[in-house]
Nanobody
Framework: QVQLVESGGGLVQAGGSLKLTCVASRSLFSSNLMGWYRQAPGKQRELVAAITSGSTNYADSVKGRFTISRDNAKNTVYLQMNSLKPEDTAVYYC????????WGQGTQVTVSS
């Protein structure tokens, strides 16, 4: 069992930055995928970014603006979000795949125009 706790969401103006943090309750292998999804009102949950064994993957809509990273010693994954746009407004969820999928509770990100 893995519990995930996200933090770092909030309200920011367009063009601003936020950094999301997700801490897992136990140690994970570097090969375990960690990632961030988001869900905007009325839309399906979508992949934002994922990282495993140093390899990263990004949604086209965030490439060049968002950076995912992890600290295995702290069981933590981060999402640095720069040049935020109103369309980035969503609830952001942390995900871990360690043989089964675990989700965090979500953190709200609101970008005002």
């Amino acid at each position: 069992q893995v519990q995930l706790v996200e933090s770092g969401g909030g309200l920011v103006q367009a063009g601003g930055s936020l950094k999301l943090t997700c801490v897992a309750s136990r140690s994970l292998f570097s090969s375990n995928l960690m990632g961030w999804y988001r869900q905007a009102p009325g839309k399906q949950r979508e992949l934002v970014a994922a990282i495993t064994s140093g390899s990263t993957n990004y949604a086209d809509s965030v490439k060049g603006r968002f950076t995912i990273s992890r600290d295995n010693a702290k069981n933590t994954v981060y999402l640095q979000m720069n040049s935020l746009k109103p369309e980035d407004t969503a609830v952001y969820y942390c995900l871990v795949n360690s043989g089964r999928l675990y989700w965090g509770q979500g953190t709200q990100v609101t970008v005002s125009s």
